[in-house]
C-alpha cells in the first residue's frame, strides 16, 4: 500500500516551528509538495519538490504518481492545515485514509492569545475565492468572526461588504497582519475604517459585534415597503408571519418558495435561516428582477434564484424540506404533485389562496394524497397613528392551507 501523504503544519518561523514528530517527518520525506513560500524554507532538503499551486489538480496527480511509486509525501502548510486549508483538498482527492495531518497553531489560535479573547465562540469564515455575500451575511448574524482574506477579497473589500450588508459602522475590528512572525502586527479599528485600509497580504480579520445592539435584526413580517414589489402581488406581512411559522424551518434545511414574486417569503425565511439553502422559483422575468433586487438589498445570499415555471422547473432542484406556494398560474395541481412527491418525509407545505376554489381544490387533493391539511383563513386591518385618529384598512382575506408529510 502507498505510504500516506502526511501534511505538516508550519509556524511563521518555519523549521524551528516543528515538533520532533514533524521534524523527522519532513527529514525522511522524499517528495516535498507545498507553496513556494514553504519549500523555500527547506532549500537543502535533498526530496523532489512539488509547489502546490493552481490549478490543485495537476499538483495532486504528480503526488498520486509519485506515491505509486513509493515516494514517503509530505505537504508543507500553514498553521493548521485543516483550518481551511489543504487537508481537505487532499482527502477529497486521495481520500480520508490516504492522509494524515501533524498540525501548528491555526492564525486564529495566535490571534485570540495576542488579544486576549477566547476562540471557541467565533465564527470562522473564509472570503479566500469565494463571494463576498456569504461571508458579510453570515458575519452580520455573529456576535464573533473570523475572515480569512486574499488578494482581491482584502479586508477593505470584505469591510466594505460588511457595511453594505448593515453590519454597524462602529463595529471593533482586529486586524492581524503577519501573525508569528517579526513584523506581526494588530490594529484594532472601528468597521468603518475598514475600507480605506491597507493591510499585508498575509492577515486574518476580527469582527468583534459585543458592543453594538445584539446584532442584526431577524427582521420577518416586515411592511411591504420593504421589498420592491408589484401592487397586490406581495404577501403580506401577517401572511408571511404565519406562513414562517407553518413551514418549521430548519436550520440548514432547504425551501422551495415557488411563485417567489417580489421574494418577500424567501428572503424572510433567510433572515431567520442564513445556513438553509433557499430556492425562489419564479417564471416572470419582470419579478425575477425585483426578486433579485431584494436578495441583494437584504443580503440574503443563501437565496438562489430559480427563473422558470413550476413544476418543470422544481426538477432540478434537490429535495425539500419544506415548500411554500404563493403562486401558481393555473398549474395548481401539477405543482402540488411534484411538491408531495420531492418533499422529504415529515416535510412542510404551506399555500396561501385568494380565491376559496383554490383553497378547496388544493385541500381535496392534498387529503386524496393521505395528508391531514388544516386551513386558516387571515382577514387583517392594520392602520397607522395620523393626526384623525388610526384608520384601519382591511385587507384581502387570504386562506393559509399547511400540511406536513408523514413518514419523519
Ligand atoms: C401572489 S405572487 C407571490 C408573491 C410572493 N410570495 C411575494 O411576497 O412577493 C405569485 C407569483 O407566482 C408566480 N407564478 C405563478 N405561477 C407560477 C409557476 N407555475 N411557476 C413559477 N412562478 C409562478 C407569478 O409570476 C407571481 O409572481
Redesign the pocket.
Known amino acids: 500500500l502507498p505510504e500516506p501523504i502526511v501534511v505538516v503544519g508550519l509556524g511563521a518561523d518555519g523549521p524551528a516551528s516543528l515538533s520532533q514528530e514533524a521534524r523527522a517527518t519532513v527529514e525522511t520525506a522524499t517528495v516535498l509538495a507545498g507553496g513556494v513560500r514553504h519549500l523555500a524554507f527547506f532549500p537543502d532538503h535533498p526530496a523532489l519538490r512539488i509547489p502546490l499551486t493552481a490549478p490543485l489538480a495537476d499538483a495532486f496527480q504528480r503526488l498520486a504518481a509519485a506515491r505509486e511509486e513509493g515516494a514517503r509525501v509530505v505537504v508543507l502548510a500553514s498553521g493548521d492545515p485543516n483550518f481551511f486549508g489543504v487537508a481537505e483538498p487532499l482527502r477529497r482527492h486521495f481520500g480520508a485514509e490516504a492522509v494524515r495531518v501533524l498540525p501548528h497553531l491555526a492564525s486564529i489560535q495566535l490571534a485570540a492569545a495576542r488579544l486576549g479573547l477566547p476562540w471557541q465562540d467565533f465564527v470562522f469564515l473564509s472570503a479566500h475565492g469565494r463571494p463576498l455575500g456569504p461571508v458579510a451575511q453570515r458575519a452580520r448574524a455573529a456576535r464573533r468572526s473570523a475572515i480569512l482574506t486574499d488578494d482581491v477579497h482584502t479586508p477593505a473589500a470584505v469591510g466594505a461588504a460588511l457595511l453594505a450588508a448593515g453590519m454597524p459602522a462602529e463595529t471593533e475590528v482586529h486586524l492581524c497582519e503577519r501573525l508569528g512572525t517579526d513584523e506581526e502586527r494588530i490594529r484594532t479599528l472601528p468597521l468603518a475604517g475598514l475600507p480605506t485600509t491597507e493591510a499585508d497580504s498575509l492577515n486574518l480579520l476580527l469582527i468583534v459585534q459585543d458592543g453594538t445592539s445584539g446584532g442584526f435584526p431577524i427582521a420577518f413580517a416586515q411592511g411591504v415597503e420593504a421589498?420592491q414589489?408589484?401592487r397586490g402581488?406581495?404577501?403580506k406581512p401577517a401572511v408571511?408571519a404565519l406562513s414562517l411559522g407553518q413551514l418549521h424551518l430548519r436550520p440548514f434545511g432547504v425551501l422551495w418558495?415557488?411563485?417567489?414574486?417580489?421574494?418577500?417569503?424567501?428572503i424572510e425565511a433567510a433572515l431567520i435561516a442564513p445556513l438553509a439553502a433557499i430556492f425562489a422559483?419564479?417564471?416572470?422575468p419582470e419579478?425575477v428582477a425585483?426578486?433579485k433586487e431584494n436578495i441583494g438589498r437584504h443580503g440574503t445570499a443563501n437565496v438562489e434564484v430559480v427563473a422558470?415555471?413550476?413544476?418543470e422547473?422544481l426538477a432540478a432542484l434537490p429535495a425539500p424540506d419544506a415548500v411554500?406556494v404563493?403562486?401558481?398560474?393555473?398549474?395548481l395541481i401539477?405543482?402540488l404533485r411534484t411538491v408531495l412527491d420531492r418533499l422529504k418525509p415529515g416535510g412542510r407545505l404551506v399555500a396561501?389562496f385568494?380565491t376559496l376554489e383554490n383553497a378547496v381544490g388544493a385541500g381535496a387533493h392534498l387529503q386524496s394524497a393521505g395528508l391531514v391539511p388544516e386551513v386558516t383563513l387571515l382577514s387583517v386591518a392594520s392602520g397607522r397613528a395620523g393626526p384623525g385618529g388610526t384608520r384601519l384598512r382591511g385587507e384581502n382575506p387570504v386562506y393559509v392551507l399547511t400540511a406536513e408529510k408523514g413518514g419523519s
Open positions: 421589498f414589489h408589484t402581488r406581495i404577501t408571511r418558495d415557488v411563485g417567489a414574486g417580489s421574494g418577500s417569503l424567501a422559483v419564479e417564471r416572470d419579478e425585483l426578486l422558470g415555471e413550476a413544476p422547473a411554500f404563493g403562486g401558481h398560474g393555473g398549474r401539477d405543482i396561501t385568494a
